[in-house]
Nanobody
Framework: QYQLVESGGGLVQPGGSLRLSCAAS????????IGWFRQAPEKGREGVVC????????NWADSTKGRFTASRDNAKNTAYLQMNSLKLEDAGVYYC?????????????????RGQGTQVTVSS
């Protein structure tokens, strides 16, 4: 049975950093594309960044460019989202979603595997 588990969320002050992890079990992340999504309270889920099977990254959210970086460690079967210079508006639940094949997921549900999310709270 597969599992995709996000971790690393928490409470951080504005300007702080967090690194989220997305750990897979029951399947391999190698040759897969991993998208990070987030959902703020009373807002829809939005795509943040994707890291492709080849390691290339695409930042979907303009507001996170230059601050958020996706990476992966295939040996650990884990993907990461490094978030720096966090802002109040970055708060929300962060999810990872894995899509097999040759492209990144275009939406959270355009994926083969999905995590349950981890909460990020940005507050002074």
């Amino acid at each position: 049975q597969y599992q995709l588990v996000e971790s690393g969320g928490g409470l951080v002050q504005p300007g702080g950093s967090l690194r989220l992890s997305c750990a897979a079990s029951g399947f391999t992340l190698q040759n897969s594309n991993i998208g990070w999504f987030r959902q703020a309270p009373e807002k829809g889920r939005e795509g943040v960044v994707c890291i492709s099977s080849s390691g290339g990254t695409t930042n979907w959210a303009d507001s996170t460019k230059g601050r958020f970086t996706a990476s992966r460690d295939n040996a650990k079967n884990t993907a990461y989202l490094q978030m720096n210079s966090l802002k109040l508006e970055d708060a929300g639940v962060y999810y990872c979603a894995v899509r097999l094949g040759s492209r990144c997921p275009t939406t959270f549900y355009d994926s083969n595997y999905r995590g349950q999310g981890t909460q990020v709270t940005v507050s002074s």
